[in-house]
C-alpha cells in the first residue's frame, strides 16, 4: 500500500498493534499496554476471585 500524503509513519503501525494487544488480551487475560481498559481492568493485578 502506498503511502497516504499527511499521514505520520506512527500511524501505520497502529493497525499492527492493536491486533497484537487484542490478542495477547485474550491469550494472558492481561495487556498492560492496552489502550483503553475496561472498567474490571487492571494492568497489574488479576480482578479478584468470585467468591
Same mark, same amino acid.
Given at each position: 500500500?502506498?503511502?497516504?500524503? !499527511? &499521514? *505520520?509513519?506512527?500511524?501505520?503501525? %497502529?493497525? *499492527?498493534?492493536?491486533? /497484537?494487544? %487484542? &490478542?495477547?488480551?485474550?491469550?494472558? !487475560? &492481561? *495487556? ?11 494492568? /497489574? ?7
Amino acid at each position: 500500500p502506498s503511502a497516504i500524503p !499527511g &499521514r *505520520a509513519p506512527e500511524e501505520l503501525f %497502529v493497525p *499492527a498493534i492493536i491486533p /497484537i494487544s %487484542v &490478542r495477547e488480551l485474550l491469550e494472558l !487475560g &492481561r *495487556a498492560p499496554f492496552f489502550p483503553f481498559p475496561s472498567p474490571t481492568f487492571n494492568p /497489574i493485578h488479576p480482578p479478584p476471585p468470585d467468591i
